[in-house]
Structures are given as C-alpha cells and as structure tokens.
C-alpha cells in the first residue's frame, strides 16, 4: 500500500487547482469589498514579543539573536489582533489585515498550522456592524466561486440567506438544556458546582478537575456547535464574560460579553469583538489566562506592554478576526483545509 501523492505532483495540483483560482477571486473580491469603504490594508509583522494571552492557544516559538549575541525570545503571531490595536491608538479609524498566522498543536481538516487570517476593525461602529459584514462574506465568497449551497460533513447552508441570530444562552438552553447564566455571577464570577451539576442532569461526561471553562467548552462541542449554520449560518452572540478575554462586558447584561462567532455548517469562520479598551482589566484577564495556560499546559507566555500601553488610548471599536481558508473551503466544497492552501505544510497528508 502506497501513501497519497504530494500536492506538488502535476495530477494532484490539476485536482486542487479549481479551488485554488477561486479561493484568489475570493481573495481580490474581499480586497475589492474594504476599498470601496474605505479600509486601508495593513501589513501587521508576523514576529511579536507575545503571541496572544489565551489559555488554549499555542504559539511556534523562536529567537531573535542581535550583533551583540544577546538573545530575545519572540513568536510568530497567532493573530494580527495586538499590532492592529496599535494602529488604531495611533489614529487608524478603519483597517484590514489579509495574511498569514501560526497556532501550533493544531492539524486536522479544519486546522493547518499555518493558515490565512482576515481581520477587520471599525471605530466608533457597534459589533453589530460586523455582523452585517460577516453576512455579506459569506455571499461574496459564494458568488466568486460559482456556490449556490455550502456544504460541509452532511451539513448545508444557504450563504445567501439573512444569518440566523442567536445567544449563547439560547443556545445552551435550546440543545443542552441547560441555564447557562444560573451559573455566572453580575461581577462575571463563575459557578463551577452549579454548571457540573447542570452537565450531569443534561447526560453529559464530566472529569473531577474539570474547570467551569471546561465544563462550558464540553457543552459547547458536544452539543451546541454541531447544531449551528444549518440550512442557514449562525451568528452566536452574547458569550459569558470570562470566555471572552479581549471584549468589554454588555450594556444590557454585564454577565455576558460583546462577542460572537459566526458558524456556517457547524464549522466556526469568524470571532468578533466590541473590543475591550479597559487595561487594568485586560491584565488581571490576561494574567487569569496564562494561569489557566500554566495549569493545563505548564507553560505562560509574556504579557505585550506596548499592547496594554496602547488601550489606554485607543478608541471605542469593534473587530473580528475570520478564518480565510475555511470559508474558501465551504464556498468552493473543499472537504479539508489543504485542499485550498496553495502550497501545504511540506510532508502533509492532502
């Protein structure tokens, strides 16, 4: 028994390369979309002293040796999310970022890890708004690569109608039945007690160490997620505070947060922001993040200063970052990933 041909053979680059000329219609047709509003691209650099403060993210790793010898550790970007934030203290009002990122510990059909991230940030606009652009991608990406329906595992999706809006509390209570904000206190406090017991009433497998986050993230994949983006996309709003590091808390309900994720075929495509401009908080939630990250995974990663310096003076804004590959996937029927990268991870099954 043989192994699957590399991409680079003439036969298999023939298969692929349909997908590939439309995931670069996708591509100038988005560029196209932030120019007529008045985006300006922004190449943000992929080297930064902190790759991001979440618990769950994994970061490649490198160094930076000066003509002196002295070493600096730095890290690929997970995401141009803390240099994009910079700009936008220093006077940026609307801007896009179009490129690569890194995550390690991350390979699958939904996951390479390299991959291409769009991110957008409005001033002065609600995260509202980038529900609508989120809507209008979706159309977009479909249009550019000749899709009437996007499928993906037996799940369809029309990208054309109007996104099913829905709270993360809704959802939770809809296909867990469960009483998700029972759990979360008014100062954004968690419940653990109260969420393990609502698992064990629900059906669901519990482990002893099991945090409130992780109890939430069970629910999350086991029964919310595989529910979502069907017969149209989802747009999941209104996440509890402490699973949304990087969004200031809502008006209306200061238990949740102002993010959401737009899903489409139970695949997540994007993750949005009313962006968080408090620093003192973005520390205490950042360091609560790399305690966490140290708990499960024995290591933490630096704190960006300049990052934090910058909030102080950055305006109110809205942001969301949108995985690129897989929406050139499910507008183009791709069942994995490397099928729309142009040139894969060297050794990578196709």
């Known amino acids: 028994m043989t192994g699957a041909s590399p991409w680079w053979t003439p036969d298999v680059h023939a298969d692929r390369r349909p997908r590939l000329i439309a995931r670069n219609a996708i591509t100038a047709a988005l560029r196209g979309w932030f120019g007529e509003r008045d985006f300006i691209e922004v190449t943000t650099l992929a080297l930064q002293v902190s790759p991001g403060n979440e618990a769950h993210l994994a970061a490649f790793a490198t160094e930076a040796i000066g ?28 801007i896009f970022s179009l490129g690569p990122v890194w995550r390690n510990r991350e390979r699958g059909p939904l996951h390479h ?23 209008e991608f979706l159309a977009l990406a479909a249009e ?19 996104p099913e809006r829905l709270s993360v509390t809704e959802a939770f209570s809809r296909h867990a039945g469960i009483d998700l904000l029972a759990t979360v206190a008014t100062d954004g406090g968690t419940d653990r007690a109260a ?29 919310v997620e595989p529910a979502l983006g069907q017969g149209r996309a989802t747009i999941l709003y209104g996440y509890p505070v402490s699973e949304a590091a990087l969004a200031r808390p809502s008006a209306e309900d200061p238990r949740v947060a102002e993010r959401f ?12 922001f009313g962006e968080l ?6 520390r205490r939630r950042f360091a609560a993040e790399m305690d966490e990250k140290e708990r499960i995974y024995q290591e933490r990663y630096p704190i ?8 102080a003076s950055m305006p109110q804004a809205s942001g969301s970052a949108l995985g690129f590959d897989r929406l050139a996937m499910l507008a183009t029927g791709a ?8 040139t894969p991870v060297a050794g990578a099954p196709i």
């Open 335 to 342: 069942t994995r990933i490397d099928d729309v990268i142009w």
């Open 67 to 94: 003509t002196d010898g002295a070493r600096q550790p730095l890290y690929l970007h997970t995401s141009p999310e803390f240099a994009c934030k910079k700009l936008l203290a220093a006077g940026e009002r609307r």
């Open 261 to 272: 994720e737009l899903y489409c075929c139970g695949v997540e495509l994007a993750n949005a």
């Open 113 to 135: 890890p390299e991959f291409t991230m769009l991110e957008w940030y409005r001033v002065g606009e609600t995260y509202e708004s980038l529900m609508r652009d989120c809507a």
């Open 195 to 223: 969420l393990h017991a609502a698992l064990i009433r629900a059906g669901i497998r519990t482990a002893p160490d099991d945090s409130w986050a992780d109890l939430f993230s069970r629910v999350m994949v086991e029964k």
């Open 144 to 162: 550019k690569a000749g899709a009437r329906t996007f499928r993906f595992r037996g799940r369809e999706a029309d990208p054309f109608a109007e």
């Open 304 to 311: 960006d200063e300049d990052f934090l310096a910058a909030l």
């Open 277 to 282: 401009t408090d620093p003192a908080e973005q």
